[in-house]
């Protein structure tokens, strides 16, 4: 929402709370885990600030320009699409709770597909091959390189049971 930064502003300033937090709370891990929690929340933490003095500026041109906070945040709501983002926010919410049940190995790259396919318009096939990809890429490099702990779904009971041998069930949970 770079053009309304009176809703902006309070998302970036949550977002760099959020990230500075992180930041100090990965400080007191031991030193074999805090390192790349530190260097990510850092570094997010530094953009979120920039975001926000930006958007903090911007908000006080508006402000100067149209005579008014109020007038800014009436503006800004005629503007806002409310619509599309109750879809987004839908859509992120259910992908958790299809996580917690399947597991993030299937929930991340079905919900790719679906980003793609509803908010980017791509063709089924091309949303269905990145997903693909992404699943392949989630495997390889986080499930067998840096050997993530995924989060337990409650697929995870069962599937092992239901796939054929030949099927290895770290593909799936």
Not at 21 to 27: E, F, I, K, M, R
Not at 120 to 149: P, Q, T
Request: with cysteine; net charge positive; proline share 5%.
């Amino acid at each position: 929402t770079g053009g309304n930064p009176i809703f902006s502003l309070p998302f970036a300033l949550i977002i760099f709370v959020l990230f500075c937090s992180a930041a100090l709370l990965a400080g007191d891990w031991p030193n074999s885990v805090k390192k790349f929690p530190l260097l990510v929340s850092s570094c997010a933490a530094v953009f979120a600030f920039f975001i926000l003095i930006n958007d903090g500026l911007a908000l006080k041109l508006k402000t100067k320009n149209e005579g008014g906070l109020l007038a800014v945040a009436i503006e800004a709501g005629q503007q806002a699409s409310l619509k599309k983002a109750g879809h987004f926010f839908f859509y992120l919410i259910a992908m958790v709770l299809v996580m917690l049940v399947v597991g993030q190995k299937i929930a991340l790259p079905l919900y790719i597909a679906v980003y793609l396919s509803r908010w980017g318009g791509y063709r089924k096939r091309f949303c269905i091959g990145y997903a693909i990809v992404a699943w392949m890429f989630m495997l390889a490099f986080y499930d067998r390189v840096m050997h993530l702990f995924w989060y337990p779904s409650w697929l995870e009971q069962y599937l092992p049971g239901l796939l054929p041998q030949w099927i290895p069930a770290w593909f799936f949970v």
